[in-house]
């Protein structure tokens, strides 16, 4: 069987005119701004998250070594005053809050999110500068047995995430408030 050969009808163009592609690329255009700001959204949602992760497990690991060591075990801002500068956990054998000589550090971290705040609200008489665990991992005030409740509250262009503390539980809410 011999193949046909489809002659085209001279004249007649084959292919999309310049308004067709015009049309399309602006279709195209209005998709892409459409998508950029909520890529921009998950993008601060997922380094927010990982900032507070990181700052959750160095809440877990000074828990566990508090237990282990049977000895207070502190985390405090980096500087002492601000979260934002990044933090670090340390044995607290004299349970004063502050990193004496003698007492090793177990953890330093840096603020890992650029331009992320991150502010305690611990009530008007604890300023959550120095959050402590006991022996029994309980989360305390340094120096006393006043337990701590309260929250850390993580900030990134506008978007918060919340740590939030009582004296046997950490958990993590995606608001500014632990409500």
Wanted: with cysteine; charged share 20%; hydrophobic share 40%.
């Amino acid at each position: 069987m011999a193949a046909t050969r489809i002659d085209r009808v001279p004249g007649r163009q084959h292919g999309v005119s310049l308004i067709e592609a015009m049309m399309a690329l602006s279709i195209a255009a209005i998709l892409a701004g459409a998508a950029v700001p909520a890529m921009k959204d998950a993008l601060v949602r997922h380094r927010l998250r990982g900032g507070s992760s990181d700052l959750h497990a160095t809440f877990y690991l000074a828990r566990s070594e508090a237990i282990r060591r049977a000895s207070p075990v502190a985390v405090t801002p980096a500087d002492g005053r601000d979260w934002s500068t990044g933090w670090r956990s340390f044995s607290d054998r004299n349970d004063d809050g502050r990193q004496d000589s003698g007492e090793e550090t177990l953890v330093e971290r840096p603020l890992a999110v650029a331009g992320m705040t991150v502010r305690p609200y611990f009530g008007a008489l604890f300023p959550g500068t120095v959050l402590s665990f006991n022996a029994e991992g309980r989360l305390h005030r340094p120096g006393s047995r006043g337990l701590v409740l309260g929250r850390l509250v993580l900030t990134l262009d506008g978007t918060s995430r919340s740590l939030c503390f009582a004296s046997l539980s950490m958990r993590t809410v995606d608001a500014a408030t632990c409500d």
